[in-house]
């Protein structure tokens, strides 16, 4: 009998001891994820993203925005083809994006200030915003000279050169947000409404060309950034795939299960017998 129950708890302490390494290996894997969101501020231009030389996004349009995907650490090619194009033609963007672990990007497809295309990585790090608040980042990845930036009729920065980016906290609610010239005042965009939620960033991208005068706003939300923590860094999408239980768990953990059942039964067959 002695025999029989210490069977039965040593089936059931591997089946413990599988479930928590389990659980272990996907919480570690979980915490090393690299969040992407890939945005297009390319205009007129709909494309295929290729990521290693697989075809990742299919008809991916002008000022939309892809994500958060959940990658592993590491190096990534990433190329931007016209939609339709052979998989093995130049691409119109090349690049190579290095991931670190528990990395939060945004990978942008946008014009520089000269107008050529070009792939450029925000890193999406923000202090958590106090409660009540939210918070408001600008980034200029447009072929436009410096601009101005407008906040509810008010202006609160000057010079945001191509590539920079500038942020500021303030109240929740709706807020009107306009684009001007940094030297002559002149607006390049008009007042646009602008939603901010307490607790998230809203980055918003001035994407287009001054020139060809198609000069666009699209917007990402970051969330997870009270003061107190509330979940982890994301974007507005909803590509990245949810991490699985290891097969190889899995796979143990129904053996050990069924071995249990067949000590039971023999440990149940031994009580009636012995009565």
Known sequence: MRRTFSIVGSVMLLAALVFLVGMTTVTSAASKKASVMIVHGLPGFTADVYVNGKLLLDGFKPTSTA???????GSYGVDIREVGAPPNSPPVLSGTVRLSPRSNISIVAHLTRSGD???SVFHNIFEQIPAGRSLLYVRNVAAVAPLSVRLDDRLVKRGLREGGEWGVATAPGRHMIAFGSGATNDVLIPPTDVRLDEGVAQIVYVVGSAKADNLDLMVQAVHGLHSAPSGVLTGDGGLGAEPGFP???VALMVAAGATLIVCTRRLLTERTQGQ
Do not use: H, T
Not at 67 to 73: E, F, R, Y
């Open 247 to 249: 097969s190889w768990a």
């Open 67 to 73: 994500g958060p995907l959940q990658l592993d650490p």
């Open 117 to 119: 295309p070009a792939l």
